[in-house]
């Protein structure tokens, strides 16, 4: 059964906290929707009602152009070890670049990688857990370096110009702010 809070509470934030993998959904007013998964060390709680997220170089970058334009994102994560669970934050989110104030603010939080994007602020506005009793059990073996390792061999000139030739455009043709 599912249930609602208005926050994350301390258990909430525990169960996040030990999760290796969440997905983050976004759509755009029209177009596609988007739903990526998100790994390594990149998500902080701030409060009780605002995460962070690190969000690296990838060979997309359409959460940044839907939210240009429709300013909502839903988090999840699944339990794939242990009790079963699911768990949505609903909300709107502000994505900083390394342009903006703010970044120097909370870059801090996270360790340094390779290929930082962008650090995306969510509010959030629901909280939803769900049974989750039909994920399958998943074996956590390690993180994946592969991004890491190519950021670095680029350097930050050449990641910079990744960002201008791949991610300034979304799937659909949206500006992402870069």
């Known amino acids: 059964?599912?249930?609602?809070?208005?926050?994350?509470?301390?258990?909430?934030?525990?169960?996040?906290?030990?999760?290796?993998?969440?997905?983050?959904?976004?759509?755009?007013?029209?177009?596609?929707?988007?739903?990526?998964?998100?790994?390594?060390?990149?998500?902080?709680?701030?409060?009780?009602?605002?995460?962070?997220?690190?969000?690296?170089?990838?060979?997309?970058?359409?959460?940044?152009?839907?939210?240009?334009?429709?300013?909502r994102i839903t988090l999840m994560w699944c339990a794939f070890e242990g009790k079963p669970n699911i768990l949505r934050l609903y909300g709107t989110a502000t994505v900083y670049h390394p342009r903006d104030a703010e970044w120097a603010e909370l870059l801090p939080l996270f360790p340094p990688l390779?290929?930082?994007?962008?650090?995306?602020v969510v509010t959030v506005d629901l909280v939803q857990t769900s049974c989750g009793m039909a994920v399958p059990f998943f074996e956590y073996q390690q993180e994946r370096n592969e991004l890491n390792h190519a950021m670095d061999k680029r350097g930050?000139?050449?990641?910079?110009?990744?960002?201008?030739?791949?991610?300034?455009?979304?799937?659909?043709?949206?500006?992402?702010g870069i």
């Open 114 to 120: 390779p290929g930082a994007r962008q650090i995306l």
């Open 156 to 176: 930050p000139e050449q990641v910079a110009q990744y960002w201008y030739t791949r991610n300034t455009r979304s799937l659909d043709g949206k500006p992402t």
């Open 1 to 71: 059964m599912g249930k609602h809070y208005s926050t994350i509470t301390p258990e909430i934030q525990t169960f996040i906290e030990q999760q290796h993998l969440f997905f983050v959904g976004t759509a755009a007013a029209d177009g596609r929707v988007n739903i990526s998964p998100k790994g390594q060390d990149t998500l902080r709680v701030l409060d009780a009602n605002r995460v962070a997220w690190l969000n690296l170089t990838g060979s997309g970058n359409e959460t940044a152009a839907h939210l240009l334009e429709v300013n």
